[in-house]
């Protein structure tokens, strides 16, 4: 959600904020720009789309600077245009790039019109830059006024910031969207994301809410949110630039499904001795926290929900803990009652979801005493603001669609399961049975990803098509779910899943020939219930495509098409069969021609509400 890069170096900093800009670009596409300063004027360069076109506009029309910043957008106020996109400038003095949501710029925006700003876009940024300028006017202070100002914003910020008066300082602040510092050898960086900075830092500072830093080329100052220096420490990144690039692969996508069993080893890494899972994966406090726990609530967005979905089926199932489950943008305005010792647990690939993070602030004011999150990224918001973490180890996920991040949340969950199941009635032969299924999961992935060329021709069928429906039962209706997520948002084909039983209270009536049904349907106690869905689809004249155990015959029949999936244990099948629909996804946007890993109108990390 808004990609912000800056930089203030002993070179030309304009090539490696250009490179940052092409590895935040997940983060939204909609116009990218840039600014330095250069002899104590602004230089700045925007463009709509995506960041390759500033790159071409800045090799026509070069510009160089010592210091800058750069912004990759996400419209959330005012269309996708070269006035709306960042930096934003006032009066050729003040220079802004800005993630996140001003929630009182309409307030702002009168004063300011009153006092004479003239504005030149529909964002609410602009606001911020006009403010800053302001508080300038009776101040050389620039960290001062920097601070007055963000004193009057309402909402979630990340900023960097550059002024004409001050060339030789950067000042970078967050309240609620992430930001980090990149520590170089005589220079810093700022970015949102780590991965912006991997090919000239590994070493990161990063920033608590309300810090405001003011950086110069060879110091640093941080203030924290009560106006106090603070020292906030270096951080090693494990990280390498290589692996947030994409390779051989033609996309992101495709990589990240192909990691998945990598990935998953990785997820499962030093986390059992002697084929026995240690709590302390958690975190130290960890036994304590479960031995106290009477019941678990999931609160996650998108793919992250779906795994939770997947979770409440396990955790009930094969544990009988309670779990309940909700969407975080709906419970963090419903004022839910939250039953006691209940332990919240987030889910989310960035750490950074707004309505995610905002939930679990809900749940704790709610009276929840533990939370655990399920995460991607370390020193994340969600990591800092849990007692417990598991993280997923997935490594970085640039395409959109979410792949690795949910097969390895779904690794975790499954670890969750086995340390309250211990707890409440998963018995100790479950338990080696679902370890053993977990470490087999990388090599069963392995032998779904030799079907890839299968799926491939499947695929044709899809890409005339406007609409699909997804079924499933049990822990496979959130899988279908997934399914018809991944295939909405990469290929723009309507996608709907249903829990099969609920096909004759509605979709039936949508069955025809132009409506494939993609139905998960591996061997478990619900096959014939399902067998009985397909039935009723098949004999409305539906295309049917089965994803089915191998194990299983299928009687010839034209109206139906399957793929057999290798055979798997009940538990662990649900993580198998995500990958096939996956690939399908993933095909079909390829034949469609749609841009796998940033499909219109999304972007990865939705830090705004
Ligand atoms: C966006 C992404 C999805 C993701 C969701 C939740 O919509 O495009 O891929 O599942 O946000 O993100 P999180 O980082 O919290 O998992």
């Known amino acids: 959600m808004c990609g912000i890069v800056g930089g203030i170096a002993q070179r030309n900093v304009v090539p490696i904020l250009l490179e940052g800009l092409k590895r935040l670009e997940y983060r939204g596409y909609d116009s990218a720009g840039m600014a330095v300063i250069h002899n104590h004027e602004i230089y700045r360069k925007r463009e709509l789309g995506k960041v390759k076109g500033l790159e071409a506009l800045l090799q026509a029309d070069p510009i160089s600077g010592h210091i800058g910043i750069a912004h990759t957008r996400w419209a959330t106020h005012g269309k996708p245009s070269t006035q709306n996109a960042h930096p934003h400038i006032c009066r050729n003095k003040v220079t802004v790039v800005h993630n996140g949501i001003i929630e009182n710029h309409e307030q702002l925006r009168s004063q300011q019109l009153e006092r004479g700003y003239e504005f030149t876009s529909q964002t609410d940024t602009e606001v911020i830059v006009h403010q800053i300028y302001d508080a300038l006017e009776s101040t050389n202070d620039f960290v001062g006024a920097v601070k007055q100002a963000v004193a009057k914003l309402e909402g979630a910020y990340a900023l960097g910031i550059l002024s004409t008066g001050h060339p030789d300082t950067l000042v970078a602040c967050r ?31 990063f920033l608590e809410d309300g810090d405001i830093a003011a950086i110069g080329i060879n110091d640093l100052v941080i203030y924290d949110k009560d106006d106090n220096i603070v020292s906030r420490p270096i951080k090693d990144s494990q990280l390498t630039a290589e692996a947030a690039e994409k390779g051989e692969y033609r996309h992101y996508m495709l990589k990240e499904i192909y990691e998945q069993p990598f990935a998953i080893s990785q997820t499962l890494e030093g986390r059992f001795i002697n084929n026995r899972l240690q709590e302390n994966a958690f975190g130290f406090n960890a036994p304590d926290i479960f031995d106290n726990t009477k019941a678990i609530l999931i609160l996650a967005c998108g793919t992250s929900y779906h795994a939770g979905l997947v979770a409440r089926y396990w955790l009930e199932e094969l544990a009988r803990v309670p779990c309940s489950i909700e969407v975080a943008s709906e419970f963090r305005y419903r004022n839910p009652v939250l039953a ?131 079924l499933g039962r049990g822990t496979h209706y959130p899988i279908a779910m997934e399914g018809a997520l991944k295939l909405k948002e990469i290929s723009y084909i309507h996608a709907e ?20 049904v993609i139905t998960v349907a591996p061997n478990n106690s619900l096959l014939e219930k399902l067998k009985s869905n397909m039935q009723e689809v098949s004999a409305r004249g539906g295309q049917l495509i089965v994803f089915m155990d191998e194990t299983l015959s299928s009687s010839p029949d034209s109206n139906v098409q399957i793929l057999k999936i290798p055979q798997v244990d009940n538990e662990i099948s649900p993580i198998v069969y995500t990958v096939p629909l996956q690939l399908l996804s993933y095909h079909v946007a390829v034949l469609k021609g749609t841009d796998v890993d940033q499909p219109r109108n999304l972007a990865k990390s939705v830090t705004v509400e």
Do not use: W
């Not at 010792?341 to 004011?365: F, N, P, R, Y």
């Open 497 to 516: 899943a249903y829990p099969a039983g609920e096909l004759k209270h509605g979709p039936l009536a949508l069955i025809d020939a132009d409506m494939p």
């Open 340 to 470: 006691p010792d209940t332990l919240v647990v987030t889910i989310s690939q960035s750490g950074e979801t707004a309505d995610t993070l905002a939930a679990l602030q809900e749940a704790k004011k709610l009276g929840a005493k533990h939370s655990l999150t399920i995460c991607n990224v370390p020193e994340s918001s969600l990591v800092r603001e849990s007692d417990l973490v598991l993280m997923t180890r997935a490594g970085p996920e640039i395409g959109v669609a979410s792949t690795k991040a949910f097969t390895t949340q779904l690794v975790t969950l499954m670890l969750l399961v086995i340390a309250m199941g211990r707890r409440f009635q998963l018995s100790d032969i479950m338990e080696a049975k679902l370890t053993s299924e977990l470490f087999a999961l990388p090599g069963k992935i392995e032998k779904v990803l030799r079907l890839d060329n299968e799926i491939k021709v499947l695929s044709e069928q899809f890409a005339d098509k406007e609409h699909a429906l997804f």
């Open 175 to 205: 309240k609620g969207s992430p930001l980090v510092i990149g520590v170089g050898i005589g220079e810093y960086f700022i970015a949102s994301d780590v991965a912006a900075l991997l090919p000239v830092t590994q070493r990161f500072i």
